[in-house]
């Protein structure tokens, strides 16, 4: 499933391939995705594609005053290309006046769009998502304590929860909290000062550093077609079960927590 670096390489990547381009059209292959594909997204048509920016996991692309906001869900994928004919699993296509195409397919369709004006994206990031995106100037230090020191829920799940951070998901919550060397299972409201410090450190450290390689392609996420992300060769402990760990003999250990795997040293994480 795409998470934040992964989405940032796909705004980035749209913003290479398509960005300044005019639109002739856009069709729509079915009604629904995870939620209803707005009718008035047809209202793009004759305008150019602006900038397409990212706030936590969803996309912005500015277009005209107004805005789609994509989620990729778990299989979403946006490809710019020459026009051809549709492919199984196309929902989506944007078509341009330079015979090229902005297409998007979701074979699991737990993806969606909406379509927003522009000045009404702040407020949307507020009601929507909500939390603090570790990537932009919004994440300070002060209100992750307030916050995280005000849970009862386990660490791991504070740090997926998108209400409180934007854009971590299962790859890099195990990732930080190995690296901050938590214990996936320690309760928020039991953590040291120096404990929540390392968490708020690694949490934006690993993004930016997964966003300059591109993100993390484990089994399906591609940035588009077949380029993959490049952070796959920096795990340390997701998908490393019964390998050792980089830092001490202990082997990395599996556990699930709320349906979702959990990865992690058991000795060198307290
Ligand atoms: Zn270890």
Redesign the pocket.
């Known amino acids: 499933m795409p998470e934040l670096p992964e989405v940032q390489a796909v705004a980035s990547y749209i913003n290479d391939a398509a960005k300044g381009k005019k639109i002739k059209s856009v069709k729509t292959f079915r009604k629904d995705l995870r939620f209803k594909i707005p009718p008035a997204l047809k209202k793009i048509k004759d305008q150019k594609l602006n900038v397409c920016d990212r706030y936590g996991k969803a996309m912005f692309m500015h277009i005209g005053k107004h805005a789609i906001v994509s989620h990729l869900g778990m299989t979403g994928q946006w490809t710019y290309r020459k026009q051809q004919k549709p492919e199984k699993h196309e929902h989506i296509i944007i078509y341009f006046t330079n015979n090229h195409e902005l297409v998007y397919k979701d074979p699991r369709r737990f993806g969606y769009v909406d379509y927003i004006q522009k000045e009404k994206i702040d407020n949307y990031i507020i009601k929507k998502i909500s939390g603090m995106d570790p990537t932009k100037s919004n994440y300070n230090l002060k209100d992750f304590k307030v916050l995280i020191e005000s849970k009862k829920t386990p660490v791991k799940a504070f740090l997926l929860n998108q209400k409180y951070i934007a854009g971590v998901g299962n790859i890099y919550a195990s990732e930080i909290l190995y690296k901050a060397k938590v214990h996936p299972e320690r309760l928020c409201n039991d953590l040291s000062n120096e404990e929540i410090k390392l968490i708020y450190k690694w949490t934006k450290k690993i993004l930016e550093d997964a966003i300059k390689l591109g993100g993390t392609t484990i089994r399906d996420f591609y940035v588009h077609d077949k380029t993959k992300g490049n952070y796959k060769t920096r795990l340390k402990v997701y998908d490393r079960q019964g390998k050792k760990?980089a830092?001490?003999t202990?082997e990395v250990l599996k556990i699930v927590q709320s349906g979702r795997a959990t990865y992690f040293?058991d000795?060198?994480q307290i």
């Open positions: 760990c830092s001490c202990a040293c000795s060198c």
